[in-house]
């Protein structure tokens, strides 16, 4: 009992020091918190102008100014748009430099909450200096927040700060206002929600017809319209008495649209109905709504309901790079561990030991203009060494890195076919095979065994590889399944393969059915051929050879079972 409670206080101890290792990995510490890139944020109306006077319906540009200062490839940069403002729906847009380089990948959620992510796929991070730009997102005013006028304080963290947002009065509508509209995307939900307000001015209208037509990349959602009686209050702008008479009213629908037959009214209506986006790529959705009558002229209304949007730039001090990229001249994979010296036209070592990374590559950085060149001093394993330089030139004013490539040629690899009878007594000559790709395309045909059974190929670059016999040596069977095998990088051996065949059943029968009772007598030559092939390499596959494994296990089990049953016996015996 004792031990046993030991050995549970063991395993304690060490999964709690395993779980106090891993949070205290887990944790940053305090006071090490990456910097932010966030620098500045202006915030400006839709036309991009920044008077800091704003209707509480009105779009509005955040424009944050971000720099890059530690930050490196993979970096996250998470952060929360200020909660006076609410996106439409959610975002993702890619910041690029003027060249078209990625440097940034940008997601927000329809509650504002932004991750940044610096992707950098060309390097342009290690290869530049004083990396900024900027992002903007296509806001409007959180209702709950900003919902009349005065001045509001806006919450901002990562140590920026702006002026606090002044809202002003909303300007009524004109007193005489027959027709209105407006809109509210929402490409979450890939839904626009629309409002018309009919006869504001409350007049008497007579055979009032509402007529809608829905503009490109949406369609009308049938049966979305509510119509409402309305009293509206020219003091105020706003309206009270809502009375819901959809079904009172003649309707007909398409997908474009919808027209309402009112008839004669002098009352107020707001009308609202959705449609449904089709095509998630845009961000304006026009509509025009009409409204006819015996009495008035025609009077429409022209509006664009629009999406939130986002985007930004990035620019760098180029500091030009040279990137030199390792590939196999085959393959073109990359090579890592390739060691190169940097010259000068003169052949004088600049920089010694450079050495290729995971990619393939060796990044140089600061060098004045000039001519240069790259000279391997060792090969990656299992390669050639080229001694070839490889020449570049770095101009005046020279903008971009400069990439150059060095192929490599792998050392190849040799392999021997050996053809031996299934006995394992005699070697044959005259087989015939093909080498085959390992999708079964011809490299080598009619390759036949030696007097000593030997298919010999030298010089296949590194890969996958099969023998298939074509021809088996007279009085033996053709054996068609491929001897498959790999050449693999770096492989300085001969590799060597074993064949076997069996002979025909009616050569064999003829051999025993001779009349000669002699015994064989030992052919020394033949063995000591075979024990030279046996010798080429006792790990290798014997194709053709098969051993009845299943017999002699039932055999091996019978006899134990007869053993333990003999046993028992015994035992029986005795203790009569």
């Not at 025609?298 to 390792?326: H, M, Q, R, W, Y």
């Not at 290729?356 to 390669?383: C, M, R, W």
């Not at 025909?504 to 007598?521: A, R, T, V």
Request: with cysteine; glycine share 8%; aromatic share 8%.
């Amino acid at each position: 009992m004792n031990k046993l409670m030991k050995f549970f206080v063991v395993i304690f101890m060490i999964t709690n020091i395993f779980f106090n290792s891993y949070s205290v990995n887990a944790e940053t510490p305090e006071g090490q918190k990456n910097s932010s890139i966030l620098d500045n944020l202006n915030i400006t109306h839709e036309d991009g102008s920044d008077k800091n006077q704003w209707y509480t319906w009105e779009r509005v540009n955040l424009n944050y100014e971000w720099s890059l200062k530690d930050h490196k490839k993979g970096d996250v940069e998470e952060f929360d748009l200020p909660k006076e403002f609410q996106l439409e729906n959610g975002l993702d847009f890619n910041i690029k430099t003027n060249e078209g380089v990625l440097i940034q990948k940008v997601h927000a959620d329809k509650n504002g909450h932004v991750k940044v992510e610096l992707v950098d796929p060309t390097n342009y991070i290690e290869t530049h200096e004083n990396i900024h730009g900027n992002m903007y997102f296509t806001t409007k005013f959180n209702k709950d927040i900003i919902n009349e006028p005065g001045k509001y304080p806006i919450s901002l963290d990562n140590n920026i700060s702006t002026e606090p947002i002044e809202i002003i009065p909303e300007y009524l509508p004109n007193k005489d206002e027959k027709i209105y509209k407006w809109g509210t995307v929402n490409k979450d939900d890939g839904i626009i929600k629309w409002i018309i307000r009919v006869n504001y001015a409350q007049a008497k209208i007579n055979n009032a017809i509402i007529k809608e037509e829905l503009g490109e990349g949406q369609n009308y959602i049938k049966g979305s319209v509510k119509i409402s009686q309305v009293t509206f209050n020219h003091n105020t702008g706003n309206y009270d008495e809502c009375i819901d008479v959809t079904d009172k009213f003649n309707m007909n629908e398409n997908n474009t649209g919808f027209n309402i037959d009112l008839g004669n009214i002098n009352k107020g209506y707001i009308i609202k109905f959705n449609s449904k986006i089709t095509n998630s790529n845009q961000i304006i959705f026009p509509n025009t709504v009409r409204l006819y009558g015996d009495n008035i002229e025609e009077k429409f209304t022209k509006v664009e309901a629009k999406s939130s949007e986002g985007g930004g730039k990035a620019a760098g001090i180029n500091d030009p790079s040279v990137i030199l990229t390792k590939v196999d001249s085959d393959t073109k994979e990359v090579l890592k561990d390739a060691e190169f010296s940097l010259q000068n036209k003169m052949g004088i070592d600049i920089k010694i030991g450079l050495k290729t990374d995971e990619n393939g590559q060796i990044h140089v950085k600061g060098l004045v203009s000039g001519e240069y060149q790259f000279v391997e001093t060792k090969a990656p394993n299992g390669y050639k060494l080229d001694k070839t330089p490889i020449k570049f030139t770095i101009k005046d004013g020279q903008i971009g890195d400069i990439r150059v490539n060095k192929e490599n040629t792998a050392i190849p690899g040799n392999v021997i076919l050996t053809k031996i009878d299934s006995s394992g007594k005699k070697v044959l000559e005259g087989a015939e095979f093909s080498l085959q790709s390992k999708s079964g395309k011809d490299i080598k045909i009619g390759l036949k065994t030696d007097e000593n059974g030997q298919i010999y190929v030298k010089d296949l670059v590194p890969g996958e590889y099969q023998f298939v016999e074509t021809k088996a040596p007279n009085g033996y069977k053709l054996d068609k399944n491929p001897v498959k095998f790999t050449v693999k990088v770096g492989q300085t051996n001969t590799l060597n393969l074993i064949k076997y065949n069996e002979a025909l059943g009616k050569i064999q029968k003829k051999l025993l059915d001779s009349g000669d009772n002699k015994p064989m007598q030992p052919n020394n030559k033949l063995i000591q051929e075979k024990s030279k092939i046996m010798q080429l390499n006792n790990k290798l596959p014997r194709t053709g050879y098969s051993f009845n494994f299943i017999m002699l296990g039932i055999g091996f089990i019978l006899i134990s079972i007869a053993s333990i049953f003999l046993i028992r016996r015994q035992k029986q015996l005795r203790s009569k």
